[in-house]
């Protein structure tokens, strides 16, 4: 047999490209040069990286274009709006990131030059998930978003939490991944094809054997965006973990899982959606009940903002459920990730902030009396909070409600009130929080430097547009919704 | 059914066997053979050697970064070899794609060198 080139274009993964080299270079540097240094200008040079990736991500949007095309066969990769909108939120997650750990990091003793290596290594994993046409490089695209967590979540050994949390994480993260990979052989079986137009083409008449692909696949994105019940990992791994690193993965992986579980479940396996969406609905709905009413007994901030993360994962599967049958699912799901990006990385800033020695000041407790020492970053964090509840006039609120109105539309009627009434109870711990900062007074420094207030600014400011002027936002996201589906049904 | 359920068939017969005889033996011997007599055999060393110190114990970790580097360069073989007989047909796509893989796969040692993994001391 010929061998025959596939075409390549480069263009269009070079954002991916971009990022990855950064962390490459980041490890060049540190054969050359000596460590100090490079721990110096590790995070600007992140941020270049970013900042290039950035733009070429703008340049891309309104544009679709495959490539990595095998000979015969369909592309590895697309890149449409679908794709770069959720470059977009990646891009930004990284941003946010590298904001909020500048001074945290050498702050706790942490300042290890792997750090932003393997940040940029997981977030081109990352991007990828979004723009993988093939169930294989899906998989690919999650080890190398999940492989650098895996690490960074050990970032602060010799400490035993933090150790746990990566070993937990690492040991869970290895059983998902095989679960997963296991239902794409069993997609494989059945469709005769891992190229996702190909999979749309053949799993109808797949029969048992794509079910149980299309369920142990569902696992294995359930475990990545911690949905219940295979959410028990979540909070021992995030309070572990350094909280930089938890405010990373609790945006990063759980968008990168619903990332390429929007592309997979909605359009490779769209027409099964009679079978699937009764089970994503009741995971939701397991999902938001856990995550909400566990989250009431939480004295940790990390651990609450863990379970909350739960229940987010719960509203986003809400609008996963509904995107079959509604056409306002996929783009209430990217909405709504867009608005959870700004409001969870702000509230992570200002615990980051509050957070005295690394493991310290992490206590619900420790934010008695914080409006009395710093009324603005009191203020920032009350509005995080009640954005991350659902009152307006909050980017968290226009999410909610693109979500209910998509699940009402989709005819799921009971999860809409599952997701109304666990929103309340949601209420009760955020809520709390505004209190003991308002109403106690209490000791404790806080930690703001110019980096960390950027970040705070700039969520602040983007949960606020995204609160006020929602409609532009959402039109945004149709446009990303729509293409990514009618793409793939054509190509 | 299905055609392709059919093929799957021995593969899900022999799952079954698997089943069957992970319970069968230990049933067995759990059934037929003597049973144990208390305190002693339940000890770590049934020889009589006393056990010293805890389970979780530290390890020299300095094995394990040998064994991960291993199978490093395992797989690196494993994608060279293929490669290296598919060569003239993969042309300058194929040699491309593999220096850039060599690249990184340098890149990636020459980083752990200066970190000192290779250094048994």
Known sequence: MEFVTPTINILIVLPVLLVAGGGALLMLL?????EERVKQWAPTLAIIVLALAFLQTIGLWGQTHTTFTPEGSSPMVILDNFATFLNVIFLLTGFFTVLISVNYLPRVGLNRSEYYMLMLFSLSGMMLMGMANDLILVFLALEVLSIPLYILAGLSRPRPESEESAMK???????????????????????????????????????????????????????????????????????????????????????????????????????????WVPAVAVIAAITLIIGNVVAIVQPNIKRMLAYS??????????????????????????????????????????????????????????????????????????????S??????????????????????AGLVWLAVVGVITSVVSGYYYLRVVYLMYMYD?????????????????????????????????????QAALQGLQVLAGG | MDQILLDYLPIAVLIGIGIFFAVLLPSLSVSLGPKPPKDRNLAPYESGMVAI????????????RIAVLFILFDVDIILLVPWAVAFRKLGVYGLVAMLI????????????????????E
């Open chain 1, 169 to 275: 994480y690492f040991f869970l993260g290895a059983f998902s991944s095989a679960i997963f990979v296991f239902g794409i052989a069993l997609t494989y079986g059945a469709t005769g094809s891992t190229a996702l137009p190909a999979v749309l083409a053949g799993v109808s008449n797949g029969g048992a054997l794509a079910l149980a692909g299309v369920a142990m696949m569902l696992v294995g994105f359930g475990f990545k965006v911690a949905a219940a019940p295979f959410h028990m990992w979540t909070p021992d791994v995030y309070e572990g973990a350094p909280t930089v690193v938890t405010a990373f993965m609790s945006v990063g992986a759980k968008v990168g899982g619903f990332a390429a579980m929007l592309r997979v479940f909605v359009s490779a396996f769209g027409s099964l959606g009679q079978t």
């Open chain 1, 442 to 478: 209490g000791e404790g420094e806080l930690h703001t430097k110019p980096a960390l207030l950027t970040a705070v600014a700039l969520t602040v400011l983007a949960t606020l547009v995204l609160g006020l002027l929602p409609g532009a936002w959402y039109e945004i996201t149709k």
């Open chain 1, 388 to 409: 991350l509840t659902g009152i307006p006039p909050t980017g968290g609120f226009s999410g909610k409600f693109f979500v209910f109105r998509a699940t009402l539309e």
């Open chain 2, 53 to 64: 110190g805890e389970a979780q114990r530290r390890l020299p970790v300095k094995f394990y």
């Open chain 1, 309 to 386: 993360s739960i229940a987010h994962a719960g509203y986003i599967l809400m609008a996963v459920a509904a995107s079959v049958n509604s056409p306002d699912g996929v783009s209430a799901a990217l909405f709504y990730m867009f608005a959870y990006l700004f409001t969870n990385l702000g509230a992570f800033a200002i615990a980051i902030a509050a957070e005295r020695k690394l493991g310290e000041g992490v206590m619900l407790d420790d934010y008695k009396g914080l409006a009395k020492r710093s009324p603005l970053l009191a203020l920032a964090m009350a509005y995080f909070m009640l």
């Open chain 1, 30 to 34: 540190e054969l050359f040069m000596a």
């Open chain 2, 101 to 120: 893989f060599m690249v990184m796969f340098i890149l990636g040692d020459a980083w752990v060198w200066k970190k000192g993994v290779l250094e048994w």
